[in-house]
T-cell receptor, first 116, second 109 residues
Framework: GAGVSQSPSNKVTEKGKDVELRCDPISGHTALYWYRQSLGQGLEFLIYFQGNSAPDKSGLPSDRFSAERTGGSVSTLTIQRTQQEDSAVYLC??????????????FGEGSRLTVL | GQSLEQPSEVTAVEGAIVQINCTYQTSGFYGLSWYQQHDGGAPTFLSYNALDGLEETGRFSSFLSRSDSYGYLLLQELQMKDSASYFCAVPRSNYQLIWGAGTKLIIKP
């Protein structure tokens, strides 16, 4: 696709349910990132993929959070047993290579998660 | 630790010039990025300064002083559509960006 695509754009769920968020990066981008943004706040790094590997999972808030990437393309972020504090916008970004040279990431529109 | 400081909010008048500052504290430095984010939208890349000096792209310019660990984004001929949050960010490694908390730019007619 022309840009990073995320689905669903909005998700309302009940506390304790599991949710899956999907990201389809720009074709040819080997690096994929997940961030979380709470209302009026900055971006919180969650996880980074290079190809299908996740060399850095240190940003995942708890073991309820997991992510995978298949075929060097689509990624899924899964949140198990959701809690109200998980409510946020989950942003996916991709880049052709690392960030050192250009500092440029391409973001999707995000998935807004509301946990009731 | 590594951190970036930027003002939480800046107000300016349509047609005017505004400067949004960012100071950073990092171990190892590659460059300074700026992103724009409209309410409910995705962050979009504006600029990246790896070297000292001013980079101009249309109405937007970005400046970096590595010796002062300081940079700024300059917006000229402000338009109402420039109302947004602006984030500075620095690469901490080849894959991770450290982000400032963002500056909300309010433009008055």
């Amino acid at each position: 696709g022309a840009g990073v695509s995320q689905s669903p754009s909005n998700k309302v769920t009940e506390k304790g349910k599991d949710v899956e968020l999907r990201c389809d990066p720009i074709s040819g981008h080997t690096a994929l990132y997940w961030y979380r943004q709470s209302l009026g706040q900055g971006l919180e790094f969650l996880i980074y993929f290079q190809g299908n590997s996740a060399p850095d999972k240190s940003g995942l808030p708890s073991d309820r959070f997991s992510a995978e990437r298949t075929g060097g393309s689509v990624s899924t972020l899964t949140i198990q047993r959701t809690q109200q504090e998980d409510s946020a916008v989950y942003l996916c970004a991709s880049s052709r290579s690392g960030t050192q040279n250009t500092g440029e990431l391409f973001f999707g529109e995000g998935s807004r998660l509301t946990v009731l | 630790g590594q951190s970036l400081e930027q003002p939480s909010e800046v107000t300016a008048v349509e047609g005017a010039i505004v400067q949004i500052n960012c100071t950073y504290q990092t171990s190892g430095f590659y460059g300074l990025s700026w992103y724009q984010q409209h309410d409910g939208g995705a962050p979009t890349f504006l600029s990246y300064n790896a070297l000292d000096g001013l980079e101009e792209t249309g109405r937007f310019s970005s400046f970096l002083s590595r010796s002062d660990s300081y940079g700024y984004l300059l917006l000229q001929e402000l338009q109402m559509k420039d109302s947004a949050s602006y984030f500075c960010a620095v690469p901490r490694s080849n894959y991770q960006l450290i982000w400032g908390a963002g500056t909300k730019l309010i433009i008055k007619p």
